[in-house]
């Protein structure tokens, strides 16, 4: 019976572009996919409402999948104010970061009919 192998599964292509910079990914333990914590607040402890948490969330989700060695320059990247990532990239590169990850890409949801939808009687 032939041995089944599994590291096939696995993708070769390890990099991606933006703004004109390579970054390096890796595979992560399935943990870190729903490690994104609480949306709503600062977190590390601090309750205090923040407006941004999804976007902080989803750096940190990012840097999760980045090696080490490219954190600074995602960092800074994020920080540039003159050539931004936007947010359509941002939700991009998230979504085939976690694509990667588990075989099934992300799609996004069909938009719903306009005007009121019909009750049931």
């Given at each position: 019976m032939p041995v089944r192998n599994f590291d096939e599964l696995l993708s070769?292509?390890?990099?991606?572009?933006?703004?004109?910079?390579?970054?390096?990914?890796?595979?992560?333990?399935?943990?870190?996919?729903?490690?994104?914590?609480?949306?709503?607040?600062?977190?590390?402890?601090?309750?205090?409402?923040?407006?941004?948490?999804?976007?902080?969330?989803?750096?940190?989700?990012?840097?999760n999948f980045i090696i080490p060695e490219d954190h600074e320059r995602w960092k800074a990247l994020r920080e540039s104010t003159d050539d931004p990532i936007t947010i359509r990239q941002f939700n991009a590169i998230l979504e085939f970061l976690v694509g990667e990850q588990t075989d099934r890409p992300t799609e996004t949801p069909s938009p719903s009919a306009t005007g009121r939808g019909k009750r049931a009687a």
């Open positions: 070769d292509e390890r990099t991606f572009v933006v703004r004109g910079q390579t970054f390096t990914w890796r595979d992560v333990r399935p943990e870190v996919l729903t490690d994104l914590g609480d949306f709503s607040v600062n977190g590390d402890g601090d309750e205090t409402p923040n407006p941004n948490a999804v976007w902080v969330a989803q750096d940190k989700q990012i840097l």
